[in-house]
């Protein structure tokens, strides 16, 4: 008998398909033909870079009625807002960008149609340099002093 080697096994065996492959939609059609189980889930949201949730104020603004309604920005604001920009030479878009929003925000805001957010309201002060909130609207904004 010629040697042979025990200890080695080979075996032959097609690769399973790659995770591209498996998700595609021929290949879910054809496990289903063969009666295999199929699990799929649909992730919410999912790759999207979502920092601010908007779903709870959109639910509100639906059932928004004339006995029910949301404060809006008043329009003193809005106008402070816009000066302010005008007065830094910023447009819209370069104020959404400095302050990391959408130019929408900005629109919305200096329209009087936004709800107030209090975050961004505060990024808006800091960066046109203008109290929006309290009785001192209008008012340039006093830089804090850090306590030791």
Not at 88 to 112: F, S
Request: some cysteine.
């Amino acid at each position: 008998m010629a040697e042979s080697d025990w200890d080695t096994v080979t075996v032959l065996r097609k690769k399973g398909p790659t995770a591209a492959q498996a998700k595609s939609k021929q290949a879910i059609t054809s496990a289903q033909r063969r009666g295999e189980e199929v699990q799929t889930s649909k992730k919410w949201a999912a790759g999207q870079n979502k920092q601010h949730l908007v779903t709870k104020n959109t639910a509100k603004l639906d059932r928004e009625t004339e006995e029910l309604h949301h404060d809006r920005v008043p329009l003193e604001v809005g106008k402070v807002i816009q000066q302010g920009r005008q007065e830094k030479g910023l447009t819209q878009k370069d104020l959404a960008t400095k302050i990391n929003e959408k130019p929408q925000v900005i629109a919305d805001y200096e329209c009087g149609r936004a709800i107030p957010n209090n975050q961004v309201m505060g990024k808006i002060e800091r960066a046109i340099g203008l109290k929006l909130r309290g009785k001192d609207i209008g008012q340039p904004l006093e830089p804090k002093t850090k306590k030791k």
